[in-house]
């Protein structure tokens, strides 16, 4: 007897139909799984036998195929279990037919046919609801994270055998998914800006950063504060819009980085690899491709610390997918789309040692030293980083004015929460302007020139820079794109010579 479940299959963000077909016929007792099925899903069979056989269920003594169609999808992952396991009670007349009809169904099944939560729910959830499906069976794990699509009814179950008394019973009473915990706000989940003293031009441009979506560099010698800014530009971000929050979450969910009932992300992420990393880990990829740290870093921050470490051929691939916001991976059998709109962050040491440039410390690196440090980091990639900021050490009455017994201690800079709402009105501005509400890091080309409106005098100041300093066309848009981004904190209509100035002020490493 021939049987048919449906469930799905992770491609890139997304998830295609698959559906699960399952023969009985005469022949040697034995079960084969065919259909492009990856390691995990050719073992499907044992823990398929052994949940029906420990669920008190018949295990079909007889000769089955399972094909997951269509056989030129690649399928991976333990989540066919669940549908294997139904097309066979189906195949085997312990399930009606008609129970399963429009029914999608996905989960890892234990030996003693528990259910195990899996990744890529949340994908599998808007593939269901776009294909029409009646309901989502998954496991009790993942159901709060399925319930996130609204207008479908998910199922969530424990065990091989609630999931049979479900079906059997469509009208018995079952539990609602959990909701998910609750969050704290952007702005009260990280650190906060007033923890920095002094360092003045730093945290001007990570405000210029987190208003305009600018890439940011950071280079001084160690304990600058470099790290310390960077962590803290999560806060000064918008807080996540609907559709971005469910994007993060389908991605993180992908990579299967979603605790058991979590919701939707509301955070901005923040991920900072290891130098160390694989090109693999940074950008993603695989045999069947995975979202790598910088689409984990989508709508967030991509954090990368000791910049110069990295492998040049590693952040050589970053170039494009920084240009375009969305990155593809394309292999032998399928081609693979993860959005990657980051706003990256890097940090990086002038030399080897650290202290080239210090006014307290002297370097011990050589010339050529210094040219190997810097020849890690290609002028292309350079010049996709809008702002370059050379970091100081804090002076020592901002560091020991707070234990010096009886002294005052040192203002505190500007809150996080008072940068955030300056950002936001920026934000707000950009996106009343400019076309689909980009934002002034995005815009490119004829956008870009509709856009800026620069004063005669701060015109003429841009164009001697570009002749001096050699700038790149790329480079060139770039110091309009961050003057933009000065002219809107500063609630203005055009672009001022003042504006030009201090967005030239960042261009700091064109000639590395």
């Given at each position: ?52 056989r ?102 969530g ?23 998910a ?120 921050v ?9 492998r ?15 990155l ?84 505190a ?36 020139a ?19 300093r ?32 201090e ?10």
């Open positions: 007897m021939l049987a048919r479940c449906s469930s799905g299959a992770l491609r890139g963000l997304e998830a295609l139909p698959v559906t699960v077909e399952v023969d009985i016929a005469p022949g040697l007792p034995g079960l084969r799984v065919v259909g492009l099925a990856d390691a995990a899903a050719q073992e499907s069979r044992e823990r398929v036998r052994g949940a029906l420990n669920g008190g269920l018949r295990v079909p003594l007889t000769r089955v195929v399972v094909n997951l169609a269509p056989a030129d999808l690649p399928k991976a992952g333990p989540g066919f279990d669940l549908p294997i396991a139904l097309g066979l009670l189906v195949a085997s007349q312990q399930l009606a037919a008609t129970a399963v009809e429009g029914i999608w169904s996905a989960g890892e099944l234990g030996l003693d046919g528990g259910l195990r939560p899996i990744r890529g729910v949340l994908a599998l959830a808007l593939a269901a609801r776009r294909h029409g499906a009646r309901a989502l069976v998954v496991p009790a794990a993942n159901a709060t994270e399925a319930a996130l699509v609204e207008g479908l009814p998910v199922w179950a424990g065990h091989l055998v609630e999931v049979v008394a479900l079906l059997r019973d469509p009208g018995r009473p079952r539990a609602a998914p959990a909701a915990p609750a969050l704290p706000a952007a702005a009260a989940a990280g650190p906060d800006l007033a923890e920095v003293r002094g360092q003045a031009h730093g945290r001007r441009a990570l405000e210029i950063a987190a208003a305009g979506g600018h890439h940011l560099l950071l280079v001084g010698a160690p304990g600058s504060g470099k790290t310390m800014l960077a962590q803290r530009l999560p806060a000064l971000l918008p807080p996540l819009g609907e559709q971005e929050a469910l994007e993060v979450t389908q991605l993180h969910s992908l990579a299967g980085l979603l605790g058991e009932g979590a919701g939707l992300r509301r955070q901005r992420p923040f991920r900072s690899p290891h130098h160390g990393c694989s090109a693999a880990a940074l950008v993603g990829g695989g045999a069947l491709p995975r979202p790598g740290e910088l689409s984990l870093a989508h709508h967030g991509l954090f990368l610390d000791e910049l110069a470490e990295f040049r051929e590693v952040l050589d691939q970053l170039r494009q997918p920084l240009e375009e916001g969305e593809w991976i394309s292999r032998a059998q399928q081609r693979c789309r993860f959005p990657c709109r980051v706003l990256l962050v890097a940090a990086t040491n002038p030399c080897p040692c650290g202290w080239y440039g210090d006014p307290s410390q002297s370097c011990r690196c050589g010339e050529a030293q210094r040219r190997r440090h810097w020849g890690r980091l290609s002028g292309p990639l350079l010049d996709r980083i809008d702002l370059q900021v050379v970091m100081r050490r804090p002076e020592a009455h901002h560091l020991g004015g707070a234990y010096r017994e009886g002294a005052q201690r040192p203002p800079g500007e809150a996080s929460a008072v940068v955030a709402q300056r950002v936001a009105a920026a934000r707000q501005r950009m996106g009343q302007r400019n076309p689909a509400g980009a934002a002034n890091g995005q815009l490119e080309g004829p956008a870009l509709a856009i800026v409106t620069p004063e005669p005098d701060a015109l003429a100041l841009w164009e001697r820079a570009i002749s001096q050699r700038l790149s066309a790329r480079g060139a848009e770039r110091v309009l794109r961050v003057a933009r981004t000065i002219a809107d904190l500063a609630s203005a209509e055009r672009v001022s010579g003042a504006a030009i100035a967005a030239l002020s960042y261009r700091s490493f064109d000639q590395v």
